[in-house]
């Protein structure tokens, strides 16, 4: 059972198109997250949702945007794609409030701008 | 505000002996969690072991503890008698309990672990 997925893993695609990456948790977690990480390997959030609420918006450029039909699922749609997007994106989720719980993660989507 | 220095961009051990990683972080909350996490070259994200603000123990799992100094805001990663499927990059990370929560990591230490 997959706690947290993510699609697609690998997605190599052209400067100038658009493209959509899906997550979905299965964990009953309230808010999810996206996550980009560098070449150099520095992870930085990008949105979070919590109860399909946008809650964190982290200077992203517009040409990116989450939408989350339900607590379950946050998509990442991402418009005019530039060579700088190259990056592995993650989605995770957790709980909000304190807790030992820790946010789970996706395996990564790997986008590819050629 | 919450920063995260992770000082060491790369370590080796030997296998089967202890390793520290370093982590040292930044914020005037009282309330929140430290995490480290572990990336293997697959690039998946593993998380380890936590440990809370408040906690008066420091966290063991298994061949991980974590050697919490609040005073120094310090929250150092010991892997006891490494392996050689511990080489990976390791993230520190902290969430603060108020706010919106989110998790601010560190640059990561390359841990390499040789026969």
């Known amino acids: 059972d997959t706690a947290v997925s993510q699609t697609p893993k690998y997605l190599v695609t052209q400067m100038g198109n658009d493209k959509s990456i899906k997550c979905e948790q299965n964990?009953?977690?309230?808010?999810m997250y996206w996550y980009k990480q560098d070449s150099k390997k520095f992870l930085k959030i990008m949105f979070s949702?919590?109860?399909?609420?946008?809650?964190i918006n982290e200077t992203v450029p517009n040409r990116f945007s989450p939408k989350s039909p339900d607590k379950a699922h946050l998509n990442l749609h991402i418009n005019s794609l530039e060579l700088g997007d190259s990056a592995v994106y993650f989605c995770?989720?957790?709980?909000?409030?304190?807790?030992?719980?820790?946010?789970?993660f996706g395996d990564g989507t790997r986008l590819s701008i050629l | 505000a919450q920063k995260i220095t992770q000082t060491q961009p790369g370590m080796f051990v030997q296998e089967k002996e202890a390793v520290t990683l370093d982590c040292t972080y930044d914020t005037s909350d009282q309330s929140y969690g430290l995490f480290w996490y572990k990336q293997p070259s697959s690039g998946e994200m593993i998380f380890l072991i936590y440990q809370g603000s408040y906690d008066e123990q420091n966290a063991t799992e298994g061949r991980y503890s974590l050697n919490f100094q609040k005073a120094r805001k310090s929250a150092n990663l010991v892997i006891s008698a490494s392996q050689l499927g511990d080489s990976a990059m390791y993230f520190c990370?902290?969430?603060?309990?108020?706010?919106?929560?989110?998790?601010?990591f560190g640059t990561g230490t390359r841990l390499l672990v040789s026969p």
């Open positions: 990370a902290m969430r603060l309990y108020t706010g919106f929560q989110k998790l601010v």
């Open positions: 964990l009953g977690h309230d808010t």
């Open positions: 995770a989720s957790g709980r909000q409030g304190p807790s030992n719980q820790p946010q789970h």
């Open positions: 949702y919590n109860n399909k609420e946008l809650i």
